[in-house]
């Protein structure tokens, strides 16, 4: 059953446990590819990660001018392939999240390949296996279908569950404020 | 098996060339399961890959979890025994050469000797840690008592766990941190939680706190900081350091007058409550505001959710507890749910949240001053006969009991103390008061130091032995519900090092004590004797035998026999552990922190953890991602003092208490009362806040007061940060 990256932004508890296990994919050569921010920081502790959202049409990929970022067939947007990837960096200018990173000395793009070589055996990627908070979940769309349903709210301060946040994405995004559609127990 | 909504049947990745080995994680209570991966070519150690399938923790770890493996072959290992002859060095790292085995043992065995020769047998001292396995805890009780036949040996759960201890044994008669799994945590209406900063220091916690939310439930934190829990609580009750006693029993008043309190429960199965209910009576909403600084609308509403919740778990951690009233904390946080009955049934209860990895097997077993395996009395003579028996010495060959960890630097100070050995321990770093407790550490006449970096307290050592990290050993740790676990061995021990046992067993032979201990070849064998030795105490692991904790996915103590599958939920049956079977409710007195603020030092200092480091910071300081997260401590100050003192973010200033200073950068942020400062505690050097804390101990158990003392700030005008 196909799953999905799914993130519960209020649930971040800024631990940067995603980034630690990001290192650990095997794949990765040891180097971290997302992000988590201080929303605030002189204010309060609330976080948020960053993640590659792996858009349908990712502006990424359309920027590069030699065709070095695959879309997997699971729709995970991969990391640039060594031989292709003239180091122009103009991914890291298209990209609307600031997602991929430049690595100078190799003169060489990388970014979050969804931990492709366990997402496409249906393996949950690193960030999402560890994630303490349930920031980041790995689900079925019939488990986000209930997630959005259950957040789905218009009441004038937010709109959570919104379908995408610019373009269509692979990744779905929870933002701040899930707890509003919740019933008390009593 | 207890397998809930969050447990996924999901594959491991096996990379080519490697294998996994099935353990936990080395640091806090929570003992993550883990899988080390291990290259088959070099047999090292090499990564981490998340363990699905252990039912606690459903392959989560924190940043520290998940790069706990890189300890294990790091450059700055300890490879071979290290021997300092000029003495002068000490303080330093400086002077330390290579030795062999032989020649530290029989360095050791001579010194200790001449020692004991001169000034009696009780001049040496061990001083222990609990974040290692219940085996090695449990020989380090009997190394001291049998092979160094002294009376001192405290360890570093003074620092940590005796306050929840002391706490539970006098309301339930029984120490286990958790009265239920933790499993049935995201299943609760309601989590009252004191004093920890769950989201940094129990992370994985984390995604059965919030379902409790998503499903309706309710949050309660209380603490001074807003910390990233208290941030989404439904009540913060954001109390001044060092008030909690104040806050609880204001909780209780409201609870009883409410008509929260469950009459049946108290009246069959707890003794105290009229004389608690008078004493509680003065503490009405605005005299307990008046006390702890939180708003009477929000104790109001807190007793009220806590009272109305069908079930209930109250929380605590060293919050709590690091106070010279930490044992009534407790007691005064179980009241709670002792008199409205919320406890002894599944999804309600108490529960503290273990700081160091065994630090709930480590106090049961041994190396508390006065105690011995399984929770026995060192002064109950039949609790002594008992061990004895097991040990093969005579009750008079027992020591008498020692004094607290604390304490023990004091006798260092006064001679009493002439030696140490230390081992999984830096209260270098960990000890209150600290520039007290350096100087008596270099005035020793000879100290050993046990372990696989060289530590701030190493630098004090004589001599170093080098010990295995958890990972090239096995052996057995108890989490912080009670449940009793399994270790295993990924690696063989790097260099020379070798596991705390077998030194111990070695040593003792060196020190003609080797027929009590040279039976002792493997963990096995430690783990065998010591499931005997605990046989019958009220902290009985002798069922838990390691096939059964495999076979069940650890095992809950009490265990006491093979048939015996544990006991994941206690009190069941009502019946807890005072001879008449009955709770105590305490009637507990206020009292404010040893140190209050004043015109010299109006604010108020507390320490803490952050989610990059782990204890005195020993191990995690040297793993590079989480020192990249978090190089160097900081005091975390609201705006609205800065501005008094006219200090900015980023900016050095001079933190000073009557005991010591240091110089910290400046953390803004709304999330911290006004009144109150913080600096995290992993830091060494002249960077540890513990230079600054009070030694405040609690008369029961014996904890410093970490978690309040007066403080002041200087701002420092030239040294902006670059």
């Known amino acids: 059953m196909k799953k999905r990256l799914y993130l519960e932004l209020e649930n971040c508890i800024g631990c940067r446990s995603c980034l630690a296990a990001c290192t650990q994919c095997g794949g990765h050569e040891e180097r971290n590819r997302n992000y988590v921010y201080d929303v605030n920081p002189l204010v309060n502790r609330q976080t948020m990660p960053l993640m590659c959202l792996h858009c349908v049409n990712p502006a990424c990929a359309r920027s590069c001018p030699a065709q070095a970022i695959q879309i997997h067939e699971t729709g995970a947007v991969l990391s640039a392939l060594v031989e292709k990837c003239i180091g122009c960096q103009n991914c890291t200018i298209a990209c609307p999240y600031g997602i991929p990173k430049f690595d100078t000395e190799q003169n060489l793009m990388y970014k979050c390949d969804l931990c492709i070589d366990r997402t496409k055996d249906g393996i949950p990627p690193m960030c999402a296996s560890v994630c303490p908070s349930n920031t980041l979940q790995w689900l079925t769309d019939e488990e986000i279908e209930a997630k959005q349903k259950q957040f789905n709210l218009d009441n004038g301060k937010w709109v959570t569950s919104m379908p995408y946040l610019e373009g269509e994405t692979n990744v779905r995004v929870n933002l701040p404020g899930i707890l509003q559609g919740v019933t008390k127990l009593f | ?722």
């Open chain 2, 1 to 722: 098996m207890q397998r809930d909504k969050f447990f996924k049947e999901i594959e491991n990745v096996i990379h080519p060339n490697e294998t996994l080995v099935k353990t936990h994680c080395s640091y806090c209570g929570m003992q993550c399961g883990m899988n080390l991966r291990v290259n088959t070519k070099t047999n090292k150690i090499i990564g981490v890959e998340p363990r699905y399938d252990w039912p606690v923790t459903v392959g989560k770890m924190c940043p520290k979890g998940v790069t706990a493996y890189q300890q294990t072959n790091h450059d700055d290992r300890i490879l071979k025994p290290l021997i300092r002859d000029d003495a002068s060095l000490k303080g330093t790292k400086e002077g330390f050469r290579e030795a062999t085995w032989d020649e530290a043992y029989s360095l050791i065995a001579k010194k200790f000797g001449e020692l004991q020769d001169k000034y009696g047998k009780d001049t040496l001292s061990v001083f222990s840690g609990v974040s290692m396995t219940n085996e090695k805890c449990y020989l380090t009780g009997k190394f001291a008592r049998v092979a160094l036949q002294t009376r001192y040996i405290d360890y570093n759960g003074r620092f940590c766990m005796s306050s929840a201890a002391g706490g539970f044994l006098r309301s339930f008669g029984v120490d286990r941190g958790s009265t239920l799994p933790w499993t049935d945590l995201h299943e609760t209406d309601c989590l009252f939680i004191a004093g920890s900063n769950t989201a940094e220091c129990h992370p994985t916690s984390m995604f059965r706190v919030w379902a409790v939310q998503e499903r309706g439930g309710y949050l309660i934190v209380a603490d001074p900081r807003e910390t990233p829990i208290a941030r989404r609580a439904d009540v913060h009750l954001d109390l001044r350091p060092g008030t909690d006693l104040a806050l609880a029993n204001g909780i209780l008043n409201l609870l009883i007058q409410n008509g929260h309190a469950d009459a049946e429960f108290v009246n069959n199965h707890t003794n105290g409550f009229e004389e608690t209910k008078e004493l509680v009576k003065e503490f009405t909403p605005e005299y307990t505001s008046e006390i702890t600084g939180v708003a009477p609308e929000k104790i109001i509403r807190a007793a009220e959710i806590y009272g109305k919740a069908p079930n209930a778990v109250v929380m605590f951690a060293r919050g709590i507890e690091q106070q010279h009233k930490g044992v009534d904390n407790v007691s005064a946080y179980t009241n709670m749910a002792l008199v409205t009955g919320k406890i002894g049934r599944p999804k309600s209860g108490v529960a503290t949240f273990t700081g160091q990895g065994n630090g709930q097997g480590g106090r049961e077993h041994g190396q508390k001053s006065d105690l011995l395996p399984g929770y026995r009395k060192i002064t109950n003579p039949k609790h002594v006969e008992e061990v004895c028996q097991v040990w093969g010495i005579t009750p008079e060959e027992m020591p008498q009991p020692g004094v607290s960890a604390y304490e023990m630097f004091e006798l260092m100070e006064q001679k009493t103390i002439r030696a140490m050995y230390l081992l999984c321990s830096n209260p270098a770093v960990s000890a209150p008061n600290l520039n007290f407790v350096r100087k008596a550490m270099k005035g020793l006449d000879f100290m050993v130091c046990a372990d696989f970096y060289l530590s701030e307290s190493a630098e004090f050592a004589d001599v170093i032995l080098p010990t295995v990290t958890w990972s090239e050993d096995e052996g057995t740790v108890t989490n912080l519900e009670g449940r009793i676990i399994k270790i295993n061995k990924a690696q063989e021990p790097l260099g020379e090092s070798k596991p705390d046992w077998q030194i111990q067993a070695e040593l003792a032979e060196y020190l003609g004590r080797g027929k009590y201990f040279s039976h002792l070849k493997t963990a096995r064998d430690v783990a065998d004797e010591f499931r005997l030795a605990s046989k019958g105490g009220y902290a009985d692991y002798y069922g838990a035998t390691w096939d059964k904790i495999d076979k069940q996915d650890g095992v809950f103590w009490p265990c006491k026999d093979e048939k015996d599958e544990g006991t994941p939920h206690m009190f069941l049956d009502k019946k807890f552990y005072h001879p008449d079977g009955k709770a105590k409710i305490c009637a507990l007195p206020y009292r404010p922190p040893a140190e209050e603020p004043c015109e010299e030092y109006p604010l108020r200092l507390t320490t803490g953890r952050v989610v990059y480091h782990y204890l005195s910071g020993n191990q995690t300081r040297r793993i590079q991602f989480l020192r990249d997260m978090c190089p160097e401590p900081y005091v975390e100050v609201h705006p609205v003092t800065a501005a008094k003192y006219n200090i900015e973010h980023e900016e050095y200033v001079r933190l000073f208490t009557r005991r010591g200073e240091a110089e910290y950068k400046v953390k803004i942020t709304e999330a911290i009362r006004k009144d109150t400062v913080f600096v995290p505690y992993h830091f060494g050097h002249d960077k540890s806040i513990n230079l600054l804390t009070i030694a405040a101990l609690d008369p029961m158990s014996r904890m410093p007061e970490f978690k309040a003392c007066a403080a002041q700030i200087e701002k420092l005008e030239l040294k902006k940060v670059q």
